[in-house]
């Protein structure tokens, strides 16, 4: 039996911008959802919030696995079945959703969830800041999945091309800008990297024009472990641009920049992104002049 204060939980609009929030980023930490939504000092506000919610079965609270034996272990929030009906009933649409399939996931799976969200929620709020900045569109890996580009391999097999996320800015009002993320936590092994760059090459050729239907494209890789991963990952995708029949070096911007501690303006805008065969740092929103700048 739940708590009375919980069996008739009012859901206001604090409680709304958490559940479309959840819905539009799928995992969230607290303080991700204290970042997007409130100010800083507001987090034990949010964790209250959550914490009723999750009482309440509008979202489960899951605690992300400890990479190692020490440490504490912080929760992650995911939409649970009564927080998806209330969403429905609003109008939202939230896709395909099974709340006991979200339970077994690993460290790996949610640590790069979360970091992939982070690079989208700074997105947001760059715009939210900088008018001349527009979100046309933002889509997360997992709504990407249920129409992934599809490339061939050398062998012919083929192979499913799917973005950690996708970001197509509108700039001033008529310039087009968008960006593929991928979010590397130091997992990849070289050939498996390399196998990931000839797949991007692949989907640069015709596959990505005809799913975003537009030629606007940028591959931004954030490197989460530092610079130290950030130059080895540019080693490797330098290695198979040698390889490839056409210089498509400009496809690709590299940082080692945090997107959990990095400012929104410091992680588009500043020189912290580097393209390969070049060590000069520049922004990734490159060319385009912030009016707050």
């Known amino acids: 039996m739940l708590p ?45 919030k959550l914490k009723e919610l999750s009482d309440g079965k509008y979202c489960q609270r899951l605690f992300l696995p400890r990479p190692s034996r020490y440490g504490s272990a912080p929760s992650v929030y995911r939409l649970a079945s009564k927080g ?41 709020l760059l715009c939210r800041t900088s008018p001349e900045f527009v979100i046309r569109r933002m889509a997360h890996e997992r709504d990407l999945k249920r129409e992934p580009m599809t490339v061939l391999e050398g062998d012919g097999r083929k192979l499913a091309v799917i973005p950690d996320g996708y970001l197509d800015f509108a700039v001033n009002g008529t310039h087009q800008v968008c960006i593929s993320l991928e979010i590397d936590r130091g997992t990849y092994e070289q050939k498996v990297w390399r196998q990931k760059v000839r797949a991007l ?18 591959f931004a890789v954030v490197a989460t472990p530092g610079e130290k991963r950030l130059w080895e990952l540019m080693r490797w995708t330098e290695a198979e641009l040698k390889e490839a029949s056409q210089d498509q ?27 390969p065969f070049d060590k000069t740092g520049r922004p990734l929103l490159e060319g385009v002049r912030s009016q707050a700048a």
């Open 4 to 48: 009375k204060k919980t069996q008739n939980l009012r859901v206001g609009i604090g409680e709304q911008n958490i559940l479309f929030a959840l819905a539009t980023y799928h995992y969230l930490s607290a303080q991700q959802l204290c970042r997007l939504l409130y100010s800083p000092s507001s987090l034990t506000f949010v964790q209250t």
């Open 84 to 124: 998806l009906s209330y969403l429905s009933a609003s109008g939202k649409q939230v896709g395909r959703y099974r709340p006991v399939e979200e339970r077994a996931h690993s460290y790996l799976f949610l640590a790069h969830t979360l970091a992939v969200n982070s690079v989208l929620i700074a997105a947001a």
């Open 201 to 218: 090459l692949a989907a640069a050729s015709g596959p990505y024009q005809q799913r975003f239907e537009t030629a606007s494209l940028t």
């Open 249 to 275: 070096r400009d496809l690709f911007r590299f940082t080692g920049a945090n997107p959990e501690t990095a400012s929104p303006r410091a992680l588009f805008l500043h020189p912290v992104w580097f393209r």
